[in-house]
């Protein structure tokens, strides 16, 4: 069949599923799952050496994978619940010299930290529209401190947030990285936060998983449109990376497809031996096998859900919530958003 089918995805997570089901032990990478209220899954993957990340195909670093089957479910309380516990979890990933232990749990007041919140993504494409969204819904305070003082809020715990949304290289002819680049040498931030879209191997994870990880990103990676990466020693300061998987590859679908119909053809008497032959075959196997079923046409396609307008939008909320929790504290009026 040729080269092993390389999986697109940019979830650390979907990797070392991966890793696990062809029983590969990489030694380096520790793993931890927890399980939260409101049918929340937190699972932590941290890539220790550069073994480990070479093998992974992901830089060194944490990657903090938030799961919830009805993350994209139209439910404002449910949504506040999943924003607390990101909040959390961005205060966790923080750079250590700026969060307090004390502090990582306690989200009633702000820290006082610069932080600036990158969208990236086209805004005129759906899938590729959270990050934009994300800094639209942000309640920027960089310009307000700046004028009156840190008491403009009454609160003297609060976050300085500035926010860009860079665009893609067919709107700009610049290098996403370059932009960015050149903001933080003005701005200063003492680290960035760059919400992007994702791609994943699985299709129950689009629109309910959040992956967040402190090694920066590569823009486009998951869908093989590889850009030049946003991570500190590219910008000048550490970079935390949110991320949404809200696309598909479609040789993925088609592999998930067999999947199904293996199973069925297990429980047929007739078709039984068939079933079990081919059930034989590893996951790789499959999606290799449904790349070439795949006309070449269909090669480089991507699905994304038919309600992903609906998704992206209550996504959008839900992060920015988050982060507004995250370094202003939580404040009922929700920041005005």
């Given at each position: 069949?040729?080269d092993?089918?390389e ?6 997570l ?9 029983h590969?032990?990489v030694r380096g990478?520790?793993f931890?799952?927890?399980?939260k209220?409101?049918?929340m ?13 070479h093998s992974?195909?992901?830089p ?7 799961e919830?089957e009805?993350?994209s479910?139209?439910d404002?309380?449910?949504h ?5 516990e990101?909040?959390?979890?961005i205060r966790g990933i923080?750079p ?5 232990k004390e ?9 006082e930290v610069?932080v600036l919140?990158v969208?990236l993504?086209?805004r ?6 959270l990050?934009?969204?994300?800094v639209d819904?942000?309640?920027i305070?960089?310009h307000?401190?700046q004028?009156?003082?840190k008491?403009?809020?009454?609160n003297?715990?609060t976050?300085?947030i ?6 893609v290289?067919a709107?700009t ?6 932009i960015i680049?050149?903001v933080v040498?003005?701005s ?8 992007d879209?994702l791609?994943?191997?699985n299709t129950?994870?689009?629109?309910r998983t959040i992956q ?6 590569n823009p ?8 030049n990466?946003?991570?500190e020693?590219s ?6 990376s ?5 696309v598909v590859d479609?040789a993925?679908?088609?592999a998930d497809?067999m999947s199904?119909?293996i199973?069925a ?6 078709l039984k031996n068939?079933?079990?032959n081919?059930d ?8 290799e096998?449904?790349?070439e079923?795949l006309?070449?046409q269909?090669h480089?396609m991507?699905v994304?859900?038919k309600?992903i307008?609906?998704?992206v939008k209550?996504?959008?909320?839900t992060?920015s919530?988050a982060l507004?929790i995250?370094?202003l504290?939580?404040?009922?009026d929700?920041?005005?958003?």
């Amino acid at each position: 069949m040729g080269d092993v089918y390389e999986i697109r995805t940019d979830l650390a997570l979907e990797t070392q599923e991966k890793m696990q089901e062809e029983h590969i032990d990489v030694r380096g990478v520790r793993f931890l799952e927890e399980k939260k209220p409101y049918g929340m899954t937190v699972s932590t993957v941290v890539i220790e050496t550069e073994n480990a990340a070479h093998s992974m195909g992901k830089p060194k670093g944490r990657y903090i994978t938030l799961e919830a089957e009805n993350l994209s479910e139209d439910d404002e309380d449910y949504h506040r619940e999943i924003s607390m516990e990101l909040a959390k979890i961005i205060r966790g990933i923080l750079p250590e010299k700026m969060v307090k232990k004390e502090n990582l749990e306690d989200l009633t007041e702000g820290i006082e930290v610069a932080v600036l919140v990158v969208g990236l993504g086209n805004r005129g494409v759906t899938p590729d529209a959270l990050g934009p969204r994300v800094v639209d819904n942000m309640f920027i305070t960089r310009h307000v401190l700046q004028e009156f003082g840190k008491y403009a809020f009454g609160n003297v715990k609060t976050g300085s947030i500035s926010g860009i949304v860079p665009g893609v290289m067919a709107q700009t002819g610049m290098e996403t990285v370059e932009i960015i680049r050149g903001v933080v040498k003005e701005s200063k931030p003492d680290f960035a936060i760059v919400i992007d879209a994702l791609a994943a191997r699985n299709t129950r994870r689009l629109g309910r998983t959040i992956q967040l990880s402190d090694t920066g990103i590569n823009p486009g990676s998951g869908v093989g449109n590889h850009r030049n990466a946003i991570n500190e020693k590219s910008i000048g300061v550490p970079v935390i990376s949110v991320g949404v998987p809200t696309v598909v590859d479609a040789a993925t679908i088609v592999a998930d497809g067999m999947s199904a119909l293996i199973r069925a053809m297990g429980e047929s008497a007739t078709l039984k031996n068939l079933g079990d032959n081919l059930d034989e075959l590893g996951d790789s196997e499959k999606q290799e096998l449904a790349r070439e079923v795949l006309s070449p046409q269909l090669h480089g396609m991507f699905v994304t859900p038919k309600n992903i307008d609906e998704s992206v939008k209550q996504l959008s909320f839900t992060i920015s919530e988050a982060l507004n929790i995250a370094f202003l504290g939580n404040k009922e009026d929700d920041w005005n958003i």
